[in-house]
């Protein structure tokens, strides 16, 4: 399989922190991968280096989509980083609560428009005829995740876990190659996380979009992780399979005096 992710010695400081430290990482296509560790442990760090939100201190990030060249992006701003194929959603969730669960969707849209949001505002008959697919594709990948019934509810009266799953929505909806979640399962109740569970595994083999996710709940990390790898105060302390993972002494020490699902 090829690697579509890669990044080599990442290395994020934060005054004295050192919230990544020389952190190797890859994710072949088609994979699903779990990043996991302690509270604090630099996850979100992670995601936050290889999306543009923060320059790492050191080290590089290299992606390889499936149909074009192997790139580093490091420095990258994030609109860049998304419109080369790479789509997140974030820990806390980030949606436009007043906006409709539609429209929610047609914000990630946009980035794969060539009017963007300046023609959105002329409205010449180019950008209408694009605004017009922009709604259609929009509401297929409603149809996709569920959520279609909803496409004209506002964001903020959805149920928590819909909002997370609208979230994934509109980070499809930027066609990514490579899906990274922050936490998507947290807050969610045991039959919320079974259908999360579901629908990830959905887009991994419908859609052929890869995907890496921070996660604490341990039982839907080990169900379908292809990949784990494991982080502790900033360093990679373990990666391997599922079975591997859960019985390696050095992830055990690491979770020891933390709950497991923490
Ligand atoms: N913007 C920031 N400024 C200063 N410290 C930060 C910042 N973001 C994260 N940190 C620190 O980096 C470490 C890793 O945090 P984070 O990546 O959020 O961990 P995790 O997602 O694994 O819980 C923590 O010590 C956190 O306090
Ligand atoms: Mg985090």
Same mark, same amino acid.
């Given at each position: 399989m090829e690697t579509i992710l890669e990044t080599k010695n990442l290395t994020m400081n934060f005054g004295g922190i050192k919230a990544l430290d020389r952190v190797d990482l890859d994710v072949r296509q088609g994979e699903i991968c779990a990043l996991i560790g302690p509270n604090g442990a630099g996850k979100t760090t992670f995601f936050n280096c290889i999306t543009g939100i923060y320059p790492p201190s050191e080290g590089d990030v290299f992606i390889s989509p499936p149909a074009g060249k192997r790139k580093r992006i490091n420095g990258l701003p994030v609109h860049r980083v998304t419109a080369r194929g790479l789509a997140r959603t974030f820990q806390n969730i980030r949606l436009f609560p007043d906006m409709t669960v539609l429209e929610n969707v047609m914000v990630g849209r946009h980035c794969r428009t060539k009017a963007g949001v300046l023609g959105a505002i002329f409205r010449d008959r180019i950008t209408r005829k694009e605004e017009k697919a922009v709604v259609t594709r929009s509401y297929a990948i409603l149809e996709r995740i569920g959520l279609a019934d909803l &496409? $004209? &509810? +506002? &964001?903020? $009266? +959805?149920p928590y876990g819909d909002q997370r799953r609208l979230e994934i929505a509109r980070a499809l909806a930027t066609e990514p190659f490579l899906l990274l979640l922050d936490e998507p399962a947290a807050g969610m109740n045991p039959r919320e996380t079974e259908a999360l569970e579901e629908l990830i595994l959905r887009i991994k083999t419908e859609e052929q979009i890869s995907i890496l996710m921070i996660e604490h709940d341990m039982r839907m990390v080990m169900s379908i992780s292809d990949r784990i790898f494991v982080l502790d105060y900033g360093k990679k302390i373990a990666e391997g399979t599922a079975a591997e993972i859960w019985e390696n002494p050095v992830v055990i020490k690491a979770y020891l005096g933390e709950e497991f699902d923490a």
């Open positions: &496409a $004209n &509810a +506002l &964001a903020r $009266n +959805l």
